[in-house]
């Protein structure tokens, strides 16, 4: 995988790293990344929840795979940004690329795939229009489709 840009990005939250995020090594532990992610992923689909107030609550996202590269290490204090776009949407599921940076620099980029979700029947759906309409509208580089 290419070191992500930030620019390439059209989804930014900061993220401050907490005392407790930090191992005996002194640097921000492995798994905290993942709940960066997780931070920047329910934050870039809370926008569409206006659009559409039966998500979460009937349909919505649920992960499929989720994989992380470290490039650099990151010690408390910092402040971070992290960054999410979706990259592809096939048919049910999305690939959302995320990245941490810390000054403008990439310290970790993830990969992961969504799958679209009918919470009450417990099964896939395919991604609907409006959805595919909204992601195509705020993203800077157009996901594969």
Same mark, same amino acid.
């Given at each position: !995988?290419?070191?992500? %840009?930030?620019?390439?990005?059209?989804?930014? *939250?900061? !993220?401050?790293?907490?005392?407790?995020?930090?191992?005996?090594?002194?640097?921000?532990?492995?798994?905290?990344?993942? #709940?960066?992610?997780?931070?920047? #992923?329910?934050?870039?689909?809370?926008?569409?929840? %206006?659009?559409?107030?039966?998500?979460? %609550?009937?349909?919505?996202?649920?992960?499929?795979?989720?994989?992380?590269?470290?490039?650099?290490?990151?010690?408390?204090?910092?402040?971070?940004?992290?960054?999410? &776009? *979706?990259?592809? !949407?096939?048919?049910?599921?999305?690939?959302?690329?995320?990245?941490?940076?810390?000054?403008? %620099?990439?310290?970790?980029?993830?990969?992961?795939?969504?799958?679209?979700?009918?919470? &009450?029947?417990?099964?896939?759906?395919?991604?609907?229009?409006?959805?595919?309409?909204?992601?195509?509208? #705020?993203?800077?580089?157009?996901?594969?489709?």
């Amino acid at each position: !995988m290419s070191v992500p %840009k930030l620019e390439e990005f059209g989804h930014t *939250i900061p !993220m401050s790293v907490r005392w407790g995020d930090m191992d005996m090594l002194g640097h921000v532990n492995n798994v905290q990344y993942f #709940r960066y992610a997780e931070s920047g #992923r329910i934050a870039y689909f809370e926008a569409f929840e %206006k659009s559409d107030p039966t998500f979460w %609550k009937e349909h919505g996202i649920i992960m499929a795979g989720i994989g992380c590269d470290f490039l650099a290490q990151v010690h408390y204090p910092a402040e971070l940004v992290v960054a999410s &776009r *979706i990259s592809r !949407m096939g048919r049910s599921s999305a690939e959302m690329r995320q990245a941490v940076f810390q000054d403008g %620099k990439a310290v970790a980029a993830l990969r992961g795939t969504i799958v679209w979700f009918d919470y &009450r029947s417990n099964s896939t759906l395919p991604i609907p229009a409006h959805a595919r309409e909204w992601i195509r509208a #705020r993203e800077v580089v157009a996901p594969e489709e």
